[in-house]
C-alpha cells in the first residue's frame, strides 16, 4: 500500500478505526472527482445512485447494471460463487435459509460451462431443490437432470389428502385446466379437465374434437363423444 494514501490506525488503542458522521448525513465515496457509492443516514449502502426504495443495499446504473460474482479458483478445481440467505430464527443469531449457487459442473473445470442450484434448507440443513444445468435442461428433486424438465422424488408426495409429484391447480370457476402439447408453435392436443371436471385427451389441430377422449364423473369413458351416457362410449 506504499503507492496509496492511507487513513489507518495502528491499533494500539484497540478501538479499531471509525469513519462515519455523527449527523443525519451521508458518508460519501468518490473517484476521479464524482461520487461512486455512499452510506445514506439511515445506513443503507448505495452504489451508482443516491437513493435506493427496497433493502439496504442499492445499485444503480445509467446503463445495463450488473453485478459480478467471481470465483478465481484455477483450473483444477470447479469454481463456485454462493449467494447466502440467512436470518436470525428462535433465538440463534445467524441461520441459512436459502442459497444460489453458480458453478462449474463437475468434469468442466476449466470451461465456460456452468449451472446454477438453488438450495433450501429444513432442519437438516440446505439441500439442492432446483438445478439449472449447462444445457438447459431444469431438474427438481434431482441435480442431474437428463431432460428439459426433469422431476424426480424418492417416494410418495402428499398433495392435501392425495400422492401427487406434480399438481396444476386453476382456481377459476368453470375454466379448462391442463397441459397442451405444440408442434413448432401450433397447437395439437391437450390433457386435463373440462369446464365440468369431466377429464379429456382434446385434439386442437384440423378440426378441433374436446371430445377425443373423455371420462366424467360417473366414470363414463367417451372416444369422440363429450357427454357420454354409458361405460364405453363411441
Known amino acids: 500500500l506504499s503507492d496509496y494514501a492511507v487513513v489507518a490506525t495502528d491499533g494500539t488503542d ?3 478505526l471509525l469513519i462515519g458522521s455523527f449527523n443525519n448525513v ?3 465515496f468518490g473517484t476521479n472527482n464524482a461520487e461512486r457509492m455512499r452510506i445514506d443516514s439511515s445506513g443503507r449502502l448505495l452504489i451508482g445512485g443516491t437513493s435506493a426504495t427496497f433493502g439496504v443495499l442499492g445499485v444503480e446504473s445509467s446503463g445495463n447494471c450488473n453485478v ?3 470465483s478465481n479458483s ?6 463456485k460463487t454462493e449467494l447466502f440467505f440467512s436470518g436470525g430464527i428462535s433465538g440463534n443469531s445467524h441461520v441459512s435459509l436459502a442459497s444460489i449457487v453458480a458453478e462449474q459442473a463437475s468434469g468442466d473445470e476449466g470451461t465456460r460451462k456452468g449451472q446454477l442450484r438453488f438450495l ?4 437438516s440443513g440446505p439441500s439442492t431443490a432446483m438445478t439449472i444445468a449447462a444445457n438447459g435442461n431444469v431438474g427438481i428433486g434431482t441435480t442431474s437432470p437428463g431432460v428439459l424438465l426433469d422431476l ?4 410418495n408426495t402428499l398433495d392435501g389428502s392425495y400422492y401427487s ?6 382456481t377459476g370457476s368453470s375454466t379448462y385446466s391442463g397441459v397442451r402439447f405444440d408442434r413448432s408453435g401450433a397447437a395439437r392436443w391437450r390433457v386435463g379437465l373440462m369446464p365440468d371436471d369431466t377429464f379429456q385427451i382434446a385434439k386442437l389441430y384440423n378440426t378441433v374434437d374436446d371430445g377425443a377422449f373423455v371420462i366424467n364423473s360417473n366414470g363414463n369413458v367417451g372416444i369422440g363423444e363429450t357427454g357420454p351416457d354409458k361405460k364405453l362410449h363411441i
Open 26 to 28: 451521508p458518508i460519501l
Open 74 to 79: 484455477g483450473s483444477s478445481t470447479a469454481a
Open 152 to 155: 424426480e422424488t424418492a417416494g
Open 120 to 123: 433450501t434448507a429444513n432442519s
Open 14 to 16: 484497540n478501538n479499531g
Open 68 to 70: 459480478d460474482f467471481f
Open 165 to 170: 409429484t406434480m399438481t396444476i391447480n386453476n
